[in-house]
């Protein structure tokens, strides 16, 4: 992502901004809105989505778009992997080192120029193995 010099921090935009860096839990665009609405009553769905927008074409956030179709945003724009339950589509930070090397020289065609990466992990998050082990039990 390229960071835009010319781009205006406007209040709401900042006020986003905080919202999402101070959780770790990857919220939708709904999720943002609910939390910025507590600043910001009378703020629009629609600002939120466009300013979520701006923020990550300017490199401040990144935009997640998992297998699911819910769209996710990650206030931590630095290079780093994920891990999404295939259950409750919860996404988590992986506990990775940021700098794996994939030696994909061999994978691609030769014609491509490989520009980047995304690494996803699947898996059940520790609430839905929870729920799965309690309703084993009732049974």
């Known amino acids: 992502m390229q960071k835009h010099p010319n781009l205006r921090m406007t209040r709401q935009r900042q006020v986003i901004l905080e919202e999402l860096r101070k959780v770790n839990t990857h919220p939708s665009a709904d ?8 600043r910001l009553p009378r703020i629009s769905l629609g600002t939120v989505y466009r300013n979520l927008e701006i923020l ?13 179709s819910l769209k996710r945003f990650d206030g931590n724009p ?3 992997c994920h891990i999404r339950c295939v259950r409750c589509d919860r996404i988590a930070d992986a506990p990775l ?5 994939i030696d994909v020289a061999g994978l691609m065609p030769a014609d491509y120029k490989i520009i980047g990466h995304r690494l996803e992990f699947f898996g ?11 309703d084993a039990n009732r049974r």
Do not use: Q, W
């Open 31 to 38: 999720e943002v809105y609910e939390m910025v609405r507590k």
């Open 124 to 134: 059940v998050c520790p609430n839905c193995s929870d729920k799965t082990n309690r």
């Open 97 to 101: 080192a940021p700098d794996i090397e």
């Open 78 to 80: 630095s290079e780093h």
């Open 56 to 68: 990550s074409e300017s490199g401040d956030i990144k935009k997640l778009e998992p297998g699911c």
